[in-house]
C-alpha cells in the first residue's frame, strides 16, 4: 500500500558472511569498548566520604539572621510566606515586650516560624523578598529523615546561633 508520506523505504535483509556468522569479531569490538571503559576516569563520587565542592549558588538550608547586635532580624511581616510558590513558610508573629529590645530588632517579631523542608523547592524567592535581609538559604543539605514531621523546621533549626559581640567588635578593631 502507498504510505500517506510517500517516505516509505523497502529494506533489504542482506545474508550474513562468514565473518558475521562466526560473531567473533563483534565480540572483539564488544570487549574493546569494555576495557576502553575499564580505564577511563571514574566520574563517580563516593558520597558521603567523598563530598564535591559546591556551586556559589548552591542553595541550601534556610537561616534566619541575627543583627550585629546578635537580635533577631525577622519582623514576622509575612512577605516570604506570600512570595513562596510552594506554601512551606507559616508564622505567628508577636509584639515586642518591654525588655525584649535586646532579643529582637523590630517592635513585632516571629514567635513561630516554620519551614515545611518537603514543600521547599529550594527557589530562593523568600530570601528575595525579605526587606529586612533576615532570611538566607546558605545552610547545609537538609538531611534525611524517615519521618515526616522531622522536615518542618522551626526556630529551632532556623535561627542562626548567637554570637560573642565582644569577638566580632574585637575583630573589626583589629
Ligand atoms: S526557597 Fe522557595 S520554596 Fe523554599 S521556602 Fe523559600 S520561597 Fe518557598
Ligand atoms: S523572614 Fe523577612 S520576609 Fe519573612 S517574615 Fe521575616 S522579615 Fe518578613
Redesign the pocket.
Same mark, same amino acid.
Given at each position: 500500500m502507498q504510505s500517506l508520506s510517500n517516505r516509505k523505504k523497502v529494506l533489504e535483509q542482506k545474508p550474513m558472511n562468514i565473518w558475521e556468522r562466526m560473531y567473533l569479531p563483534a565480540i572483539a569490538k564488544g570487549l574493546a569498548i569494555t576495557l576502553r571503559h575499564f580505564f577511563k576516569k571514574i566520574p563517580t563520587v563516593k558520597y558521603p566520604e567523598q563530598i564535591r565542592p559546591y556551586s556559589k549558588n548552591f542553595?541550601g538550608q534556610?537561616s534566619l539572621k541575627r543583627d550585629e547586635q546578635g537580635r533577631e532580624r525577622c519582623t514576622a511581616c509575612g512577605l516570604?510566606a506570600l512570595?513562596?510558590?510552594?506554601e512551606? /513558610?507559616t508564622m505567628t508573629a508577636a509584639e515586642r515586650q518591654k525588655g525584649e529590645e535586646n532579643l529582637y530588632r523590630e517592635e513585632k517579631y516571629a514567635a513561630v516560624y516554620e /519551614?515545611n523542608m518537603l514543600r521547599? /523547592?529550594?527557589?530562593?524567592?523568600?530570601?528575595e523578598a525579605c526587606p529586612k535581609e533576615a532570611i538566607y538559604?546558605d545552610g547545609p543539605h537538609v538531611t534525611a529523615s524517615y519521618l515526616r514531621k522531622d522536615f518542618i523546621y522551626g526556630k529551632d533549626k532556623l535561627v542562626e546561633p548567637k554570637f560573642d559581640i565582644t569577638q566580632l567588635q574585637q575583630k573589626s578593631i583589629t
Open positions: 542553595r534556610h516570604c512570595s513562596c510558590p510552594a512551606a /513558610i /519551614i521547599c /523547592i529550594f527557589c530562593g524567592l523568600c530570601e538559604l
